[in-house]
């Protein structure tokens, strides 16, 4: 039974990472969401699949208490010969998507710099113990990895190409990628592969905040479906191999420029 954790999965592309990953029976998934009672769609999954395929905790990756106690949770889930193989880290906010530089609300943006920054280092850290349990493998099938969802409005090469979008988003999501290549860089001396992801502009609510700049700026852009976002994701994590940790890769497999 392989093990997968997904961080934010109450809905959008968290949600649809977990409902592809439950399709392969060989699968365990713990799914993590802030308030159990206001995430209908992840909890209706519960009623098709048993403990040992689905488990469920409540975590706030905004409240560093609760991000421990979802650790030790997790832990006390897991049979004793059981880790973690792989922690996809999907939880974020975009507060002020259309909010040019001059007009950006402090508070705001030190808000989303945490979610988004400081809480997945945070997250990592505390299920790292399980993530180290039972560490030997290497092949791309069963090695272990660590994946933050990220966006290709981290990439510092590519900013120019979308001036006046979630621009402090973006500021947060470089930060990520400084903390993933620098910190996996030293994972994958453990045997631990760690990947930066871009799942796309994917038809969610955080997506569709941006709709006005998309039919603007690249109204050929077509919006990917989040099933279909979460195939291509899980192809792309599956495929990613040690030895090209740590790489910025976006949903199709190709690879994008820090």
């Keep these: 039974m392989r093990t997968y954790l997904v961080v934010g999965a109450s809905r959008g592309i968290g949600l649809a990472l977990v409902q592809e990953l439950l399709k392969d029976p060989t699968t365990h998934v713990l799914a993590t969401a802030r308030s159990l009672p206001r995430s209908p769609g992840l909890y209706a999954l519960t009623s098709s699949y048993p403990p040992t395929r689905l488990s469920i905790l409540e975590l706030d990756v905004a409240d560093p208490a609760s991000v421990e106690r979802g650790a030790a949770n ?8 059981e880790g973690l193989d792989c922690l996809i880290h999907s939880a974020a906010m975009s507060l002020q998507e259309l909010v040019p530089f001059e007009q950006v609300d402090i508070a705001a943006f030190h808000q989303e710099l945490y979610t988004n920054t400081v809480a997945p280092l945070h997250v990592a850290r505390s299920f790292l113990p399980l993530l180290r349990h039972g560490l030997s493998a290497s092949d791309a099938e069963t090695a272990k990895k660590v994946v933050f969802v990220s966006s290709s409005l981290g990439s510092l090469e590519l900013a120019p190409q979308s001036i006046g979008l979630s621009e402090t988003y973006s500021v947060t999501k470089a930060g990520l ?5 620098k910190w996996g860089a030293m994972l994958k001396e453990e045997g631990i592969c760690t990947m930066v992801l871009h799942p796309g502009w994917v038809d969610t609510d955080l997506g569709n905040t941006v709709n006005a700049w998309f039919s603007e700026h690249l109204p050929a852009l077509q919006k990917i479906r989040p099933a279909d976002c979460a195939a291509q994701c899980l192809q792309v994590i599956r495929d990613a191999r040690l030895e090209d940790a740590v790489a910025f890769y976006s949903h199709d497999g190709s690879r994008l420029p820090w």
């Design 177 to 181: 990628g400084m903390i993933a290549r």
């Design 74 to 81: 997790a832990a006390a889930l897991l049979s004793e010969h």
